[in-house]
């Protein structure tokens, strides 16, 4: 069957040459025609359902293996090719070689090449001049120190003149020097040899004088002991130190000897006999435990507790005792409270708003002497609170946990 099949299309394409008078050209629609006739023959034959199975198999190898193909082509690129911003650096690198850029003379001499960097860090360059600094509100000494990177007392020590050596005195709107350094800025008066007022700070004459942020001139001023320097003339003393100028209560101030007490104001006492006597145990002088200003440090001339309260709240004497100063006071504590608790302690109230108590009067522990205020110079209102046992200590160590 398939011979007479062969036989039957061969003698076709002759019988079409001759009708032609030529052979005819291998067109796409004879193609097609050869093939749509070889496809039925088969389907004749019973042919079509094996073969359509065959090729659905055959197609899915050939799918399937070019997946594989495609996918291992495409990774292998992208691990091989960069994209996104890597592509767009690699075209700037192939058109500008950083190492192709010229150096300078001096580095070319040296043997050093550097790449150029487009983000470089200056060190800071230790400052040498007095600035200032306009004190903002909720300013403390403390954090204009800690801003400046300097000790809080060269705070207090560059400007006495304005904050007297007392942290309370710092107010917004105030222009403090800055020193470049941690010290004293002092005025030179004259009056004693240079050298002597040096070693009165615990530097010597040439720390200051050749100090550059002084702007002094060695060759001008001779004998360095002796120095010729202007009177009047401000110097920034670096790493000096001196004592504070006082301006808290005095020691001492006690119920048979309060006179020690008048230079401080109108609320001095006279002298007082008998009266309550404490317990040596202290309780707390407001109704909050914490903080709203100032913690004892004596470095910055602070010797007492600033602690927090509204205007009018309740102050509470701290232990049993007797009144020996109750008023106004003139170097800054306002109105002021001061018990002598007749065991060797006396504690202070101060900045207070109004008082609840007058000269000799005896008081028990808890008992309301006065209320939180913000008389004198302080930033705001709160208790100061001191205790005195021959000398300033500090009331953390007396009052009970917060």
Not at 50 to 74: D, E
Not at 241 to 246: A, E, G, L
Not at 370 to 399: C, Q
């Amino acid at each position: 069957m398939m011979k007479s099949m062969k036989n039957n299309f061969q003698e076709e394409s002759i019988s079409k040459e001759k009708k032609s008078g030529q052979a005819q050209p291998d067109s796409l629609p004879a193609r097609a025609s050869v093939l749509t006739k070889f496809i039925s023959a088969l389907l004749g034959m019973g042919l079509g359902e094996p073969l359509i199975k065959l090729g659905a198999n055959l197609f899915s190898v050939i799918a399937i293996a070019l997946v594989v193909v495609m996918s291992r082509s495409f990774y292998q690129q992208a691990g091989e090719t960069p994209n996104g911003e890597d592509q767009a650096q690699s075209l700037i690198d192939e058109a500008v070689e950083v190492n192709s850029i010229p150096v300078s003379a001096e580095a070319a001499i040296e043997g050093i090449s550097r790449n150029a960097q487009l983000r470089t860090t200056i060190p800071s360059r230790p400052r040498e001049e007095l600035s200032t600094y306009l004190v903002q509100d909720g300013d403390t000494v403390f954090g204009i120190a800690e801003k400046f990177g300097l000790q809080p007392e060269t705070i207090l020590w560059g400007n006495y003149n304005l904050l007297l050596d007392d942290p309370h005195s710092l107010k917004p709107g105030q222009e403090l020097f800055i020193l470049p350094v941690d010290g004293v800025y002092w005025e030179w008066l004259g009056g004693i040899p240079f050298g002597e007022w040096a070693n009165f700070y615990g530097v010597n004459a040439a720390d200051i004088i050749e100090y550059p942020g002084n702007n002094i001139d060695p060759n001008t001023v001779g004998d360095y002991e002796n120095a010729n320097i202007k009177t009047g003339t401000w110097l920034i003393i670096p790493n000096g130190k001196r004592d504070f100028v006082s301006w808290s209560a005095p020691l001492g101030v006690t119920r048979e000897n309060p006179a020690s007490a008048r230079v401080l104001g109108a609320g001095a006492c006279d002298p007082v006999s008998g009266g309550a006597v404490g317990y040596g145990a202290f309780v707390y002088p407001t109704n909050k435990h914490y903080l709203s200003g100032f913690d004892w440090s004596p470095k910055t001339n602070h010797n007492g507790l600033d602690f927090a309260g509204n205007e009018g709240e309740a102050v509470y004497a701290s232990d049993a005792g007797v009144i020996v100063y109750a008023g106004w006071n003139d170097y800054g504590y306002g109105n002021m409270v001061m018990v002598d608790h007749g065991n060797g302690f006396q504690s202070l109230y101060a900045h207070l708003s109004a008082l609840n108590v007058g000269c000799g009067q005896s008081v028990g522990q808890g008992q309301v002497i006065g209320a939180v205020g913000s008389t004198g110079r302080s930033s705001g209102p709160h208790l100061h609170f001191e205790i005195m046992a021959g000398v300033k200590v500090n009331p953390w160590d007396y009052l009970p946990p917060p």
